[in-house]
């Protein structure tokens, strides 16, 4: 179903669809402004001057999309910048875990090892980025279309509505709520 449309459901709202699509189009750019465009990221993690090679997994806080291209660069000494200091790895030199939040080193591929590189750069697609950024939108979109110019209270009859907090302050929890924990932690 198209988000439009899925506004126009979960609001009950009449209004014209241009109107509701330049609504969408502002919320999801001040979502884009804030958080990047939606789709595939770079995290770099790592301590380019651990020596130590303890790491056998990653953690990610954000589930990567098995689904998309993952590209995984280890940087072995960490503290390079050279090319020829970095090494793509195949999907036989690593596992998934933990339905995307674990990354376990194997030893078998054709780059095996028992432990990361003091730095490893990974690019991915988070799940569910999208459907995160799509029910965001919508509550945004529900909370402009209900807002009432400061209304305090109506009543008629069994009906009654109160806007109990400033409707500024409930967008920018919304808003900052897509934030969640963007890093990444070494196991």
């Known amino acids: 179903m198209a988000l439009i449309d899925r506004v126009k459901a979960r609001t009950g709202t009449d209004m014209a669809d241009d109107e509701l699509e330049a609504m969408i189009a502002g919320i999801s ?31 990610l806080a954000r589930p990567l999309d098995t689904g998309s291209p993952v590209t995984i660069v280890e940087l072995d000494p960490g503290d390079t910048v050279h090319p020829d200091q970095e090494v793509t790895l195949t999907e036989a030199d690593y596992r998934v875990l933990n339905g995307g939040r674990t990354l376990q080193r194997l030893t078998g591929g054709p780059n095996g090892q028992s432990f990361w590189a003091p730095f490893v750069r990974l690019t ?34 069994d009906y009654q509505f109160t806007l109990g907090n400033d409707v500024a302050d409930e967008r920018e929890k919304l808003l900052a709520s897509l934030a969640g924990n963007k890093g990444m932690n070494l196991a």
């Not at 958080?35 to 056998?56: Q, S």
């Not at 697609?125 to 979109?141: F, N, S, W, Y």
Request: net charge negative; charged share 35%; no cysteine.
């Open 29 to 59: 750019a001040e979502i884009e402004r804030r958080y990047g465009p939606a789709g595939e990221i770079e995290e770099t993690v790592g301590d380019p001057l651990d020596d130590f090679r303890w790491r056998k997994s990653l953690l």
């Open 124 to 157: 991915y697609t988070p799940v569910g980025e999208g459907a995160a950024r799509d029910e965001l939108v919508i509550k945004v979109m529900a909370l402009d279309l209900s807002y009432r110019g400061g209304l305090k209270s109506e009543r008629a009859g």
